[in-house]
């Protein structure tokens, strides 16, 4: 009865939805408020039946209904409850009526905002929320149905259906297969949710976007309504990425943080053009500039994320984390070749009404750096989009499937991220409108005299390789203009209020969060860079079989095997854990536990590294193999993971700064003593 239930108010929201859409439009070409305003409650109305529907599915998960093929694929009677629930998004149809709760939840969250300024936007934001989640919930009830049932026949044949077939009889099934054991990581459990908040979140500005084509309102007033929903987007995006790396770290036993696995890009990509995205709006809304850019920009971001979950959900893809292969992935390709040609159609259409207010009059500019970084973003965008559909491209043309692999993407990519690096370290110093090689270099020869001084002492610490000491100095120069554009600004504060100079930090930035919020987000990726050049320079591994008592040596580090340990636990899994110390030059830092858990349900097994932590960076132990009944012992993998936790450091203090960048200011217009610290080139400033 669940079941039937929750199918049947899927259907209800889904007709909801397309009601919705198809009253928008025609409320929008006849003029005609109250159709839109019909089509307004009508996506009010999706988010409480789509929340049955979710709580329909999360009943018969913690219940153990095994008759129904999601449930009986994704969970068991050994699990937890926290992860029956978040098996909800442990699959793929699960994972769409996931996506569909959240997309109808954000686009009915925008039209309870005020609409007496933008009233004309709203059958348009409306019509294009609605399309997108009638598309989603179409895919759910059509293609990927979550509630369905196991029938067996006579004969013993199973059957997969809603409703009982002639002389079928509903599957017995004792227990499931249980969620896949690399999803239970925490950081898995709420990486996908962060993903999709970011993925639907940026559905709001492409919808306003395509509201001011359709209307021609061709000012910038459509960026300044989304600015901080582009922002949430953005944000919520980062930590999935973030939360993303963790994960691989901590699970996949290989000793790395990013592996350019293709559902990696897949997401990289919207982040990528949307990173673009709210770093080009600000020149609009500063100078009346790139307007039709900024349109590119976010229909790209909008395509992108439908893109990524085309290849996540169409099986074309082989990944460690992508679902198995199903039937949607024409029906999306479809639907992005449709949006797409729809928007970029409108674009063309007024094309001529977007032409920038004002035009670029120096090269050194602010403007002009953000426009070099835009390009540098979305050549990063173009390695990643060739390397993630070489493979098809390859099988369609030769009947191979050839992949690219790290090498590809790091060579690739390295020089294109040292530039942004660099420019993270110039832009913030720059003027608007026009900036010479004298002003600037006034401005800079400070901060870059002192990362000189730190390069020197990098050098005489021993490192000899050249892209390393580029990164190296690099990470200094942007944290040394960092800081100076906060000492400056809190100086000016000091001098003019009396104020001590933490109080004055204090309250200059909340007077202006979007920039000081975005420098705080400057300082979490050059920590975070700080993290990627130790694995990437200086990463070091050993591997060995060794018996008790025995060690192996790696950097100064001595790894001792002491015991194995092999048991059965209560949820299913069969764990091999061994227990090894760690010394450094002689003296003892710690004990640590690597493991294998196999879980007899999805016969599968899952590595649990043992890692000693600190800011200098990890030892990281794998239990690769072991024989104990014979002297041979185990076999270890050892990695020595150089500066690694700058990575998630950064990672905190990145999301620390979008959040403060988001807040809503607490004073709208700075202090004229204020004014020698200019306003940084950031994410956060949009």
Known sequence: MIAELGFGILVIAFAVAVYSAAA????????????????????????????LAALSLISLLLTGHYEVEYVYNVTSNSMPTYLKITALWGGQSGSLVFWSWLMSAFASAVTLRKWDRDREFLPW???????????FLG???????????????????????????????????AD????????????????????????????IPYAFAIAALVTGRTDDRWIRITRRWTLVAWLFLSIGLFLGMRWAYDVLGWGGFWGWDAVEVAALMPWLAGTAFVHSVMIQEKRGMMKRWNMVLIILTYDLVIYG????????LSSVHAFAQSSIGPVFFAFIGITFGISLGLLLYRWPELKSEMQMTSVLSREALFLLNNLLFMALLVVCFWGVNFPLLSELFTGQKVTVGPPFYTSATGPLW???????????????GRSTVKTLGKAIWKPFAASLV?????????TREVSALIGFWLVSYVILVTLYEYLRGAWARHRRAGENLLLALWRLIGRNRRRYGGYFIHLGVVLAALGVIGMQFFQTNTQGSIPVGSSLQLDGYTITYRSLAIFDTPDGRNVARAVVDVYKNGAFLAELYPRRDYYYASQQP?????????????????????????????????????????????GLTFVLGALIAAWPDGEKAPAPSEAPAKEAALPGKA
């Not at 294009?128 to 598309?135: K, P, Y």
């Not at 590595?607 to 794998?622: A, C, F, N």
């Open 125 to 135: 934001v409306i019509a294009v929320s609605s399309i997108t989640l009638a598309f």
């Open 24 to 51: 928008a439009i025609y409320g929008g070409l006849r003029n005609q408020p109250a159709w839109a305003e019909s089509a307004r409650y009508g996506m009010l109305l999706t988010w409480p039946l789509i929340t």
């Open 139 to 173: 895919l759910i009830i059509f293609s990927q149905n979550p509630f369905v049932r196991i029938w067996v026949t006579p004969s013993g044949q199973q059957l997969l259906s809603m409703v009982q077939p002639a002389g079928a009889s509903l599957a017995v099934v």
């Open 606 to 650: 899952m590595t649990i590294p043992g890692v000693r932590s600190s800011l200098g960076g990890d030892i990281y132990v794998d239990l690769v193999d072991w024989q104990p009944i014979t002297t041979e012992g185990a076999t270890f993998k050892i990695y020595h993971n150089p500066l690694i936790n700058w990575l998630w450091i950064g």
């Open 418 to 432: 040292a530039g942004l690096l660099l420019l993270m370290g110039v832009a913030p110093l720059s003027a608007w």
């Open 176 to 203: 499931g297969l249980g969620l896949n054991p690399l999803l239970r990581h925490p950081g898995m459990i709420f990486h996908p949710p962060m993903l999709y908040l970011g993925f639907v979140s940026f559905v």
């Open 309 to 316: 979950t085309f290849l996540t959900r169409s099986g074309v």
């Open 454 to 462: 730190v390069l020197a002492a990098v050098i005489a610490a021993g």
